[in-house]
């Protein structure tokens, strides 16, 4: 299975990164619609698109303003897009305003049910996580494999949503801040560091890839991988346009 990092940054695109959008090109199945959406249409290969939203922050929101150029490119004959029904009624609202965007693009809004089953038997679910104004993470199961996306939240060891991701062979997890940091996380809802790494080591997960990376940042040796690394081995920095199989 195949997924593609398209945009790996949090809050704002820079010259390097755009703002949070996974894809799974071989489902049809997006999680985020930051503003790397615009990139989905040259790697869509089904005729429909599932799109996963965390919560409803604009940096994992706004792509949906960008559905008419990726239609142009890869024609769809049906487009939801999933999520807490309290932040579908604040996108349709406010994001969709004829004031700010006054054209809706044809999807379907649907709240999230507990359990969705996708194509190729994948078993998607999704669970609660600490952050302003509420977020959840998805694990997708299928036969011999496994995924889970966190991102927009306090990583901690007594966090949740550890246990939700137990056993994954790939997590993607949001790493805002270096350990510098810990009461700016905390008043925003971003995670540092070694806590990530912890509950990477604490969830026995098999591998893990950095996402939701401070824009501001000059260049990724700001995050210390060394350090974490001795506390859990396997993890990386995502970067856009990086494709991971598993």
């Known amino acids: 299975m195949k997924l593609l990092l398209l945009g790996t940054s949090g809050y704002h695109p820079n010259d390097r990164r755009h703002t949070a959008c996974m894809m799974l090109p071989e489902l049809g199945v997006v999680l985020d619609a930051g503003s790397a959406l615009f990139r989905i249409g040259k790697h869509l290969a089904t005729d429909s698109l599932d799109i996963f939203l965390t919560h409803a922050h604009l940096d994992h929101v706004v792509g949906l303003t960008y559905m008419f150029d990726v ?3 890869h024609p769809l004959q049906k487009i939801s897009v ?3 029904q309290a932040k579908l009624d604040a996108i349709g609202k406010h994001l969709f305003s004829e004031l700010l965007f006054p054209v809706e ?3 379907e809004m649907q709240a999230l049910r507990p359990q969705l089953t996708l194509a190729d038997g994948a078993v998607l679910t999704h669970f609660p996580l600490k952050h302003p104004g509420g977020s959840v993470g998805y694990r997708i199961d299928w036969p011999g494999r496994s995924l889970a996306y966190v991102t927009d939240t306090v990583a901690a060891l007594d966090a949740d949503y550890v246990e939700k991701i137990r056993g994954v062979d790939l997590l993607i997890h949001e790493c805002y801040f270096g350990d510098d940091m810990t009461e700016q996380a905390e008043l925003t809802g971003h995670s540092c560091l070694t806590p990530v790494a912890q509950v990477a080591a604490a969830a026995e997960v098999g ?3 950095l996402v939701h990376i401070n824009p501001l ?3 990724d040796a700001a995050l210390d991988l060394d350090a974490a690394r ?3 081995p396997n993890i990386e920095i995502g970067v856009d346009c990086m494709e991971l199989q598993f």
Do not use: N, S, Y
């Open 71 to 73: 239609m142009h490119e």
């Open 82 to 84: 999933h999520g807490e």
């Open 105 to 107: 693009p044809p999807f």
């Open 207 to 209: 591998r893990m890839v």
């Open 217 to 219: 940042l000059a260049d």
């Open 230 to 232: 001795k506390i859990f």
